[in-house]
């Protein structure tokens, strides 16, 4: 049974960071993709950011580049985002998603597949 339990998420003024960690179980497919997704007030839930089983391939929404960071310690079973520099707009709950690979790590992260198993969710909201 594959669980995924997201933590870290908190409130953080503007230009403040955060780590989100999302720590895996029962995973047993590979390759595979693990992603963070966030759903915003009123918005539909988008991908942040995403990578592959290897961590070759990585995919970062337009507005996180350069800010976030994407890694995993797969000895750990532990995928782990690092937000800098955030704003208000990156407010939302965070979802941490895994799936079997099956095709190019941006494709699945934009919808072009849909991930299998989700986890709760850790709310980040940056607010002065």
């Given at each position: 049974?594959?669980?995924?339990?997201?933590?870290?998420?908190?409130?953080?003024?503007?230009?403040?960071?955060?780590?989100?960690?999302?720590?895996?179980?029962?995973?047993?497919?590979?390759?595979?993709?693990?992603?963070?997704?966030?759903?915003?007030?009123?918005?539909?839930?988008?991908?942040?950011?995403?990578?592959?089983?290897?961590?070759?391939?990585?995919?970062?929404?337009?507005s996180?580049?350069?800010?976030?960071?994407?890694?995993?310690?797969?000895?750990?079973?532990?995928?782990?985002?690092?937000?800098?520099?955030?704003?208000?707009?990156?407010?939302?709950v965070?979802?941490?998603?895994?799936?079997?690979?099956?095709?190019?790590?941006?494709?699945?992260?934009?919808?072009?597949?849909?991930?299998?198993?989700?986890?709760?969710?850790?709310?980040?909201?940056?607010?002065?």
């Open positions: 049974q594959v669980q995924l339990v997201e933590s870290g998420g908190g409130l953080v003024q503007p230009g403040g960071s955060l780590r989100l960690s999302c720590a895996a179980s029962g995973v047993t497919f590979n390759p595979n993709v693990i992603g963070w997704f966030r759903q915003a007030p009123g918005k539909e839930r988008e991908g942040v950011s995403c990578i592959s089983s290897s961590g070759e391939g990585t995919y970062y929404e337009d996180v580049k350069g800010r976030f960071t994407i890694s995993r310690d797969n000895a750990k079973n532990t995928v782990f985002l690092q937000m800098n520099s955030l704003n208000p707009e990156d407010t939302g965070y979802y941490c998603a895994v799936t079997p690979r099956t095709r190019p790590v941006q494709v699945m992260c934009t919808g072009g597949a849909p991930f299998r198993y989700w986890g709760q969710g850790t709310q980040v909201t940056v607010s002065s």
